[in-house]
């Protein structure tokens, strides 16, 4: 009897991969997704890799493929866009050993900047989407996947969401079955998308998704469940398990494979069923296209576009169940906070003491831009805080940017900031870029990358330099300085703000939450020095709070001791100890 685990969804997408005999696996860390390759590192038979960007995960992964194995690359749904240029062409191309690309959307924006649906970065890239519903389907679908992306020559992307990615499911554990590799022949034709290629290609895609949407209907991941007729659902992925829970008595077409649509299935699903509802999140996908087929449904009129979806807004829409939230809206709202001992806010609290503006960018540093600290203000995507400034430079000229600075973390600078900040080079931008370097991809869990030294798995090798990177691009301002020196910060951003030149300040302090770090002090509060002026509390670390007479509080247990709060006092009100 095969042994039987419960797996996380992302751990469950390893095992499959595993499973279907991948052999080359490359990403970009991005939540919620990360997991996936965090899990098939575990496998030594996988080459695993974090890339710089996912742009080049995919090109990675295309190599891999068009060397004759299978190849996998994963990332979050905004990574797609990334990645975005060679998966449409790469759709054109087709694959030699099976390609899938793992996407994990985020309805209900839990860590992301917005709601976008791959589903119809597919649809324009004509790349089928399999869908799975739990952590079992997980682990099979992606090695269907590579069946249907060997036989129909195709990429194919595996839709997630952060549901499925962080909830778990008992999972099945089989044998790895790895095919035998491909050898490798040139064939122009087919993997050299000059327009001349690129026009038969096109022709052979469309045929392609034809083929898959009539086969389609005999996939095993696309089913009708027939029971009460007098309502029925077409649904996928998640929502398929709220409406089982909901409206257990009813009719549900569960469609494994969301793109392209499987045509008769739906026809004879909507035939036998009085009313029927599409219930699928974020875009209606589904129900245009079945819309556009002359099928009467009820969909986005009566279901949101916005969010996630639940059992509870099933019960509420269809089943007129009036639910009552009262506790849930007695829930205190939680919002997201930098750690105590976090480097990136002792930056933000001289930001803010000298009224500096700050292009931001993606990751933990963009809560810089709430209370108390009130610093960052744009955060648009990946690298975009150095374009943004040299965008504001030249539309409004050097002295609008002399209070603005743009700041980025060291993954994000390695991923698309050297991009932007070699822009502002070659076009004689004078911005100051601040590089927020604690050592690691902290936003989505603490992932190595090209400055740090070490590989996904677990080798050590040459980190690429920061300042040397910096200095090669010709910046000939380019300051090192450890994130906590108060006073430092405040002469350097100064002295670079002034100049007519592109500078970089790279302020230099780990992540508290680092395995190996040790901190070996804790703050406490010398009451009887404390005039309760509250400058210690500006910043807003979560291990400082205000007493009811004024005087400050600091909870031990929390205190990473990194000093700032004790720099920021001008009566030795607080002292550093040894724990």
């Known amino acids: 009897m095969a042994e039987r685990k419960i797996m996380l969804g992302n751990e469950a997408i390893a095992r499959g991969a595993y499973e279907a005999g991948v052999k080359v696996s490359a990403a970009y860390p991005g939540t919620p997704s990360t997991e996936i390759s965090e899990n098939i590192v575990k496998y030594p038979e996988i080459y695993a890799e974090w890339s710089p960007n996912e742009k080049v995960a995919m090109e990675v992964a295309i190599g891999a493929s068009i060397s004759g194995v299978r190849a996998l690359a994963s990332m979050k749904h905004v990574g797609v866009n990334v990645a975005s240029d060679p998966l449409y062409t790469i759709s054109y191309a087709g694959v030699s050993g099976g390609l899938v690309l793992v996407a994990a959307d985020d309805p209900g924006l839990y860590s992301s900047q917005n709601e976008q649906d791959t589903r119809c970065v597919a649809r324009a890239a004509l790349v089928p989407v399999i869908e799975p519903s739990d952590s079992a389907e997980a682990k099979e679908f992606v090695k269907f996947a590579f069946e249907v992306s060997e036989k129909y020559d195709t990429p194919v992307i595996v839709r997630t969401t952060t549901r499925l990615s962080h909830s778990q499911g008992v999972v099945e554990l089989l044998d790895r079955v790895e095919p035998a590799d491909k050898t490798y022949e040139r064939n122009p034709a087919k993997y050299v998308m000059m327009p001349g290629n690129a026009k038969g290609r096109h022709v052979y895609v469309e045929q392609r998704m034809k083929k898959l949407s009539e086969d389609g209907a005999s996939f095993a991941i696309n089913r009708a469940e027939y029971r009460d007729t007098s309502i029925g659902f077409i649904t996928s992925g998640i929502p398929y398990q709220y409406v089982r829970e909901a409206c257990p008595g009813a009719s549900v077409l569960k469609l494994g494979m969301v793109h392209p649509l499987p045509k008769k299935l739906i026809e ?88 500096i503006h700050a292009a931001g960018d993606i990751g933990c540093y963009t809560l810089g831009a709430v209370a108390p600290l009130h610093v960052i203000d744009t955060t648009v995507c990946m690298g975009a805080s150095i374009s943004t400034l040299h965008g504001m430079e ?132 010398v009451p009887e020095k404390c005039k309760k002026c509250g400058a210690c509390l500006r910043p807003g670390c979560p291990a400082l709070t205000k007493k009811a007479d004024g005087a400050i509080a600091i909870d031990t247990t929390m205190c990473n001791g990194c000093g700032l709060c004790q720099k920021l006092c001008a009566f030795d009100a607080i002292a550093c100890e040894k724990k």
């Open 268 to 355: 004879e699903f909507a035939a036998k069923v009085e009313k029927l509802y599409i219930f699928e999140e974020l875009e209606p996908v589904i129900e245009e296209q079945v819309r556009a087929w002359g099928i009467d449904v009820i969909g986005k009129e009566v279901f949101t576009v916005q969010g996630e979806y639940s059992a509870n807004l099933l019960r509420r829409v269809v089943m007129g169940e009036d639910m009552h939230l009262a506790e849930a809206e007695k829930t205190p709202a939680r919002p997201p906070i930098l750690c105590p001992g976090c480097p990136h806010r002792s930056v933000f609290s001289v930001l803010n003491k000298l009224k």
């Open 394 to 525: 030249k539309a409004k000229g050097k002295d609008y940017i002399k209070n603005w600075v743009a700041v980025i973390g060291d993954s994000t600078f390695m991923h698309t900031g050297v991009n932007s900040l070699m822009n502002m080079v070659y076009n004689q931008g004078t911005g100051t870029v601040l590089i927020l370097d604690n050592s690691t991809t902290g936003m989505t869990g603490h992932q190595d990358h090209a400055a740090t030294g070490k590989t996904l798995m677990g080798e050590v090798v040459p980190a690429i330099n920061i300042y040397h990177l910096c200095k090669a691009m010709g910046i000939a301002h380019v300051q090192e300085i450890d994130a906590f020196d108060l006073k430092e910060l405040e002469r350097a951003i100064k002295e670079e703000t002034k100049r007519d030149a592109v500078s970089v300040i790279i302020t230099k302090a780990p992540c508290v939450l680092l395995k190996g770090n040790v901190f070996p002090n804790v703050c406490r509060p």
